[in-house]
Structure formats: structure tokens, C-alpha cells
């Protein structure tokens, strides 16, 4: 079976996953044993259509986050930066922003590193695969 053509139950498995559902609950939604769907879900092409789906589902709902996240920094700067403020509610703008910039390094900084740990795996397969 080649990579974009996958079973009914395979589909209807990657749709379930991509809406949340546990591999368990996956399973007893499809009437199969929770080891059909492990297997399913070592096999690469329902990994690589489950990463897909799970992009698509999550693609607008990311966007609104990031859209809300601007927002919300927005308004800590400002509460920040208000005199009129106490200076106690102002200070914890302050940490709550510092610790909003830490934290988005870190994961931007964890993406990467995942990236690269990716191609790694992937260039490791595809040399054992050649020779």
C-alpha cells in the first residue's frame, strides 16, 4: 500500500486520533482491539497521515492562539508601562511577561532542536534502508 492510500479503517482510525480520540477509545469506536490500532500506528504512512490530519485539525485553532497570545501581551506592556497603576500590579505585568518571553524561547528553542533530531532519524533510516 503506498503512502496515500490508506484504508477505510485506517482513515477512519486517523480521523478519530486527530479529534483527540485515545488509541482506546479509537478502538472500541471502530470495533477493533487497541492492538490493531498500535500496530496501525507504528506502520510510517497512518504516522505520516495522522501528523497530516492532526496539522489541518489544529491549524485554526493554533491561529486564533497566536492571534490571543499578541493580544494578551499587548496588554500586559500596557498595564506595565501605566503609572497609574500600582506599582505591585505593574511588577507582576512585568514577571508575567518575562516569563511569557522565556517560556516561547524555550519552546521555539525545543522545536529546533526537534527539527534537527528529525532529519537526523530520517537520514539514519534512510541509510540503513540503502544498505
Known amino acids: 500500500m503506498s503512502l496515500n492510500e490508506l484504508s477505510m479503517r485506517d482513515e477512519a482510525l486517523v480521523a478519530l486520533l486527530a479529534e ?15 492492538a490493531t490500532v498500535y500496530r496501525a500506528l507504528a506502520r510510517p504512512d497512518v504516522r505520516v497521515a495522522l501528523a497530516t490530519a492532526r496539522g489541518a485539525h489544529w491549524s485554526e485553532s493554533v491561529t486564533t492562539l497566536k492571534r490571543e497570545f499578541r493580544s494578551s501581551v499587548d496588554v500586559l506592556r500596557e498595564i506595565r508601562d501605566d503609572t497609574n497603576q500600582p506599582a505591585m500590579v505593574r511588577m507582576r505585568a512585568a514577571l508575567a511577561l518575562a516569563d511569557l518571553a522565556l517560556r516561547t524561547c524555550k519552546v521555539t528553542d525545543e522545536d529546533v532542536r526537534l527539527t534537527v533530531l528529525e532529519q537526523i532519524a530520517a537520514d539514519h533510516r534512510g541509510q540503513r534502508e540503502r544498505s
Open 20 to 34: 483527540g480520540k485515545t488509541p482506546v477509545q479509537a478502538a472500541a469506536e471502530l470495533g477493533v482491539g487497541h
